[in-house]
């Protein structure tokens, strides 16, 4: 019996031992699964799931590998899918080929920060037979942000505080200048540009090389300068404005002729040109759109208004003595109507006598019935007030009340629409311009918003785009930024009717011409036509002429 027991016992630790010689460890297995050659490197957790493998290109050592598995490991992955948040990729069986995972955190902190984006579990079916398909849906990453925004980022300079009037004045007088420079060389390269028979073609004195950007693309780049003086001209003018805190609609109507004229050397190419260039017609829109608001505005605010309320005063002043004297003639006594008399709605026979019959039945006479009826007969339901339609229904509440306080009456309605007022040449003219100035503003940012809008720059001028999305300024900060600074913050112009952001469609203007013109070989003023020396003005050279000039 102890010899039995004894070569039981020898014989289940000769079994143990060989089954510990047996065990491998992960490092001898990774060793030994080398011969298989280097694997492609598993996709990352952020791309959307790809179809299925085939279950026979899949390695097969299911036995090994659940064998060999740490229970530690084990309970790691059980653990992780059940918050549907798996710390390991996507199968199995990229384990074993890559070392395993760090040991998982203590309970007492978090699994990954609250700002991290989680790695879903994106398998599309079971690694093992027998193993319970996950219950996870594929979720598609958010794509990044766009590049601009990462990449191009504005300085942020110093403020430097609103400047004194003469800084103003001085930035006025230099970019007058600096839009009569390009508006010159523009029109001259225009005339270049026509063929030799052409009766509009005009020679350069110095032309542009050959195949250089300036002769390659003479036409853009002369629309181009065109369009840079509109801006400096613009910004000339609002400079003096701004400054002052007024509009100077005198001076604003010098730059009408030569906006016009900018701008239909833009539309001839429309169909001609992309949504780049398209985006510049946007912005000449948008330049006389907010050249119309601040008109408007400032004369609204320091002309009509003012005026309007001491007219309503005497208007409203007026109207209440018409309503008055309208209730007090209603509420003078008239004399009631007179009753009828009692013969004169009686019959023949008295109507306190006994009914004279004509027959043995008794029946009454038929004049007799009649009266009757008439007499017991109900009046007539009293109509409703009729209400005035001399006055708007709004304007009933602006009239006094009757002395009972009830609203007005018909007839105080209808006296005080009968008032009037005097208004001057020069107030109605100032109105007629101001209705006429809202609907070309209208107009304008109606059409400036079919070429020129957030989007169209992200695409297309993203530097421009990415200087006023990832700004600091406000908008009323239009001194701040140096129209010829290419890297500082902007601001996206907010609504013309508020009679501001004409700096910022400027600023605006400027980057996107320079940003254009970096891609064309566009210089700017150092590419400009030099004007000749003055001399007699002939009928041509003045044929395009404006005040500016």
């Known amino acids: 019996m102890l010899s039995q027991s004894s070569s039981s016992s020898a014989s289940s630790s000769t079994s143990l031992q060989k089954m510990k010689k047996r065990r491998w460890t992960r490092e001898q297995l990774l060793k030994n699964l080398e011969i298989l050659g280097p694997l492609a490197a598993p996709l990352p957790p952020d791309l959307p799931p790809s179809p299925p493998a085939s279950r026979s290109n899949s390695p097969t050592a299911p036995a090994i590998k659940r064998k060999h598995e740490s ?3 084990h309970d790691v992955v059980k653990r992780s899918r059940t918050n549907g948040l798996p710390e390991k990729p996507s199968s199995h069986h990229h384990n074993l080929y890559h070392p395993p995972p760090p040991p998982p955190p203590p309970p007492s902190q978090p699994l990954r920060s609250s700002n991290a984006v989680p790695s879903f579990n994106l398998r ?7 193993e319970v398909r ?3 849906t594929a979720v598609t990453p958010r794509g990044p942000a766009p590049a601009v925004l990462s990449t191009t980022v504005p300085v942020r300079r110093p403020r430097r505080g609103r400047p004194a009037p003469t ?12 839009g009569r420079m390009l508006k010159y060389s523009g029109d001259a390269r225009f005339w270049s540009t026509y063929p030799a028979t052409h009766k509009e073609y005009r020679p350069l004195a110095n032309p542009p090389p050959p195949n250089s950007p300036y002769h390659k693309h003479g036409g853009l780049i002369a629309r181009l300068e065109l369009v840079d003086a509109l801006v400096c001209f613009t910004y000339s003018l609002w400079s003096k404005d701004f400054s002052r805190k007024s509009c100077f609609r005198e001076t604003w109507a010098t730059i009408e002729a030569f906006l016009g004229w900018c701008k239909n050397k833009w539309i001839a190419e429309l169909d001609t040109i992309g949504d780049r260039e398209k985006a510049l017609l946007g912005l000449i829109w948008m330049i006389e759109g907010f050249i119309h608001g601040r008109k408007f505005f400032f004369s609204a605010k320091l002309v009509i208004d003012p005026e309007m309320d001491r007219i309503w005063a ?6 209440t003595m018409l309503s008055g004297n309208a209730e007090k003639a209603d509420g003078q006594p008239t004399q009631p109507p007179m009753l009828p008399s009692p013969a004169s709605i009686a019959p023949v026979n008295s109507a306190n006598s006994t009914p004279i019959t004509n027959s043995a039945s008794g029946t009454p006479n038929v004049n007799i019935s009649s009266g009757i009826n008439l007499a017991n007969s109900p009046a007539p339901s009293r109509s409703a007030l009729p209400v005035s339609t001399a006055l708007p229904q709004y304007m009933h509440s602006l009239l006094p009340q009757t002395a009972k306080g009830q609203s007005a009456s018909y007839n105080m309605v209808e006296a005080a629409a009968k008032a009037t007022a005097t208004i001057n040449p020069a107030l109605a003219f100032n109105v007629k311009e101001l209705s006429g100035g809202v609907m070309a503003a209208g107009y304008c940012m109606e059409h400036a918003q079919r070429t020129l809008t957030l989007p169209i720059l992200a695409r297309h001028y993203p530097t421009t785009f990415a200087r006023m999305m990832s700004s600091s300024l406000t908008a009323h900060e239009e001194h701040e930024p140096d129209i010829e600074d290419e890297e500082g913050e902007l601001f996206w112009p907010g609504q013309c009717v508020t009679g501001e952001g004409l700096g910022w469609v400027c600023l605006m203007g400027k980057a996107m011409i320079k940003e254009f013109g970096r891609d064309i070989g566009y210089l700017g003023l150092a590419g400009v036509v030099p004007k000749p020396a003055p001399g007699p003005i002939t009928g041509d050279s003045s044929r395009h002429a404006s005040v500016l000039r």
């Open 124 to 130: 599309s079916e079971p690694s093992e037979d027998g």
């Open 134 to 136: 996950e219950d996870t």
């Open 314 to 319: 005497k208007m409203k002043a007026e109207m």
């Open 71 to 73: 229970p530690q490991d």
């Open 167 to 178: 800084s103003f004045d001085e930035m006025h007088d230099i970019y007058h200048k600096y």
